[in-house]
């Protein structure tokens, strides 16, 4: 088995702030409803940009949703009017659509998804645990191209316990980290299994330091196979393990000093500008 690991630095994330906008986003959506043409609209009579309701109800499982279809607009950029509860699914190709299978919003929100693209199938599934103030997110993919056998078949699942998440960088920076990784990852491929972990801690300046850390191994009579290539493959893939850590720190670190942490009604309207028009809307 091969282990690579790097320790990035980010800007902390206020957790306050991040409840409360999951909070405000999840109850938005909460309080929307289906509009002309399958469109979702927001309870100030706005419509969700990009999102269209293709089958099903709204909000209720099994509803099925997708991007507007491209194609000439209205002068205000409006869909053509259909009936309420319409079934537009042949508007769009149903691989890109999203299904939602669980919306309870004060428990769990579920949706999963089945993207085909360059001849490969890509299921994708999301579960967000207590929306309103996020405990924890699950990621599942399952993919295989059709025809082509178990070569072309993986399976990964990942989960991220927030409050673990949180509780690790409220410990003191002199404090050892965590023994169990708030993040975490594992993929499956007939020829190799990895691990992917996060695990944070406080810095002196507040600032946190997460420890990315990769482990892959070979399978059943592939092993030793696995541990030549890998032994050869060592510098490359630490290599690109640090910089696939740094650039994505890097974006991190952008992102939130351009954010501005609104609250309340701000924070509120700043949300549902996002939404409904995201161009035009301003950093959070």
């Keep these: 088995m091969a282990r690579f690991a790097h320790t990035v630095t980010v800007t902390a994330l206020d957790r306050g702030w991040f409840e409360e906008a999951a909070g405000v986003l ?36 099994g509803a099925r949703y997708g991007e507007f279809p491209a194609g ?22 149903a691989a890109q659509a999203v299904v939602l299978r669980t919306w309870r919003p004060s428990h ?3 949706v999963e ?27 599942s993919f399952a993919g295989h ?25 409220d410990r003191l920076p002199a404090a050892p980290p965590a023994a169990r990784a708030p993040v975490s990852g594992r993929a499956v491929h007939r020829l190799a299994k990895a691990r992917l972990t996060l695990t944070p801690r406080p810095a002196e300046d507040g600032s946190w330091r997460i420890t990315v850390a990769l482990s892959m191994r070979g399978r059943w009579l592939l ?6 290539v890998l ?23 952008t992102a ?4 501005t942490p609104l609250h309340g009604e701000a924070l509120r309207a700043e949300i549902a500008d996002a939404l409904t028009d995201p161009d035009g809307a301003a950093a959070l």
């Design 26 to 61: 999840v109850d938005l959506l909460d309080a929307s409803r289906e509009g002309p043409g399958g469109s979702v609209v927001l309870a100030d009579g706005r419509a969700v940009d990009g999102l269209r309701l293709l089958k099903g109800r709204h909000l209720r499982s």
């Design 72 to 93: 000439p607009e209205g002068a205000a950029g409006e869909l053509p009017a259909e009936p309420a509860g319409a079934e537009v699914s042949d508007s769009l190709d």
């Design 108 to 110: 769990s929100v579920e």
């Design 113 to 139: 998804s089945l993207v085909e693209e360059d001849g490969m199938s890509l299921k994708v599934g999301l579960r967000l645990s207590v929306p309103r103030r996020p405990r924890a997110v699950e990621l």
């Design 145 to 169: 191209k059709p025809g082509g056998g178990s070569l072309y078949r993986f399976s990964a699942r990942g989960k991220a316990d927030l409050a673990a998440w949180w509780a690790a960088v």
């Design 223 to 228: 092993r030793p196979v696995g541990a030549v």
């Design 231 to 253: 032994f050869f493959a060592r510098r490359p893939m630490e290599r690109a393990l640090r910089e696939a850590a740094e650039s994505a720190a890097a974006e991190w670190n």
């Design 256 to 259: 939130l000093a351009e954010l």
